[in-house]
């Protein structure tokens, strides 16, 4: 049933295989943990922590910080839909059915992060190939239709950076130089330019090469204060970050403190209830798993090693 694309040689399925999988994807969990963690976490600045921060910067209520919004004048680039659709961004031009169960996380997401006063949502897996990608730039550019709401998607996975393939978009250089403060967000983050797919209010963070230690590049002080000062300059409703897969290597450990919730994207027929638990051990009883996204339902099992 699968066929390997002329274009790039990677591994697609038949379409009507991929309708099938599609259909069984977003078994959204109601958020599991929700009763247990239902405190702000330190990842999203408060406003008490703000105001402190303000008052330390000998700021008050009467006398604001003036902050530029940097959303608007974030470089604006094209995308192209024959490229989006051939990448399996079905959310893009809602052609193919099987983008409604993307609508469906979409409105849990911003229903429990509203909720929560929650931003960051780290999307993760047990094992390598399972969707995390896939499932980070659907939801996204779903997110991305809702009027008024700004969504920023972050190619977190240092190891296999995948985001600016996969959305048709060249990376302007390192992510690593964004996370360390060298290259400003200004610089580094794009916004998705005027199109006629509805994609609406989408900045993306790209990456153009793997890096060796992102572990500990998460990890980092610099980090958080890189995250914290886009989210100042942006106000974003949602930050998504594509990480690695949380058993193959530390770094969602590594950058825990950094986000709110998880996603955990399933690779049916490729994990195994104990990779599962493994996944979900690792991620921390504080840290809500928002969803289990049961994804590529439909595959071999033996095709899927991590
Ligand atoms: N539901 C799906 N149906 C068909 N192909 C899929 C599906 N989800 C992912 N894929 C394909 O599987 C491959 C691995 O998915 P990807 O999102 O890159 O995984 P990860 O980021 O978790 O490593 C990609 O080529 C992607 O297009
Ligand atoms: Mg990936």
């Not at 402190?52 to 604001?64: F, S, T, W």
């Not at 985001?163 to 794009?190: E, F, M, Y």
């Amino acid at each position: 049933m699968s066929e390997r694309s002329r274009r790039d040689g990677r591994r697609r399925l038949g379409a009507e295989a991929r309708a099938a999988i599609l259909d069984r994807i977003a078994e959204v969990d109601a958020p599991a943990r929700e009763a247990e963690a239902p405190a702000p976490s330190a990842a999203t600045p408060d406003p008490a922590t703000r105001a402190l921060r303000a008052a330390v910067l000998g700021n008050d209520e009467n006398m604001l910080p003036q902050i530029h919004d940097l959303w608007g004048s974030l470089r604006r680039i094209p995308v192209d839909e024959a490229t989006l659709e051939g990448n399996l961004v079905i959310t893009a031009s809602r052609r193919d059915p099987a983008h409604a169960p993307f609508d469906l996380l979409r409105t849990r997401l911003l229903q429990a992060l509203d909720e929560h006063g929650w931003k960051r949502v780290a999307i993760t897996s047990p094992t390598r190939g399972c969707g995390k990608t896939f499932t980070a730039a659907n939801l996204a550019i779903a997110l991305s239709r809702y009027e008024n709401r700004r969504t920023v998607l972050l190619d977190f996975d240092m190891r296999a950076p995948a985001l600016a393939d996969v959305l048709g978009i060249s990376a302007p250089g390192p992510i690593a130089d964004w996370i360390r403060g060298t290259t400003s967000s200004g610089s580094h983050l794009q916004r998705v330019g005027q199109n006629l797919l509805g994609i609406g209010g989408l900045a993306v963070g790209l990456n153009d090469r793997p890096e060796t230690y992102p572990a500990e590049l998460l990890q980092d002080r610099k980090a958080a204060a890189v995250l914290d000062q886009m989210q100042e300059e942006l106000t974003p409703d949602a930050v998504l970050f594509d990480l690695p897969p949380a058993l193959s290597h530390d770094d969602v450990t590594a950058f825990r403190a950094r986000y709110d919730c998880v996603l955990m994207v399933v690779g049916g027929g490729r994990n195994s209830a104990e990779q599962i638990r493994e996944a979900v051990r690792r991620i921390g009883d504080d840290k809500p798993i928002l969803g289990m996204i049961l994804n590529r339902a439909e595959e071999d099992a033996a095709s899927g090693a991590a």
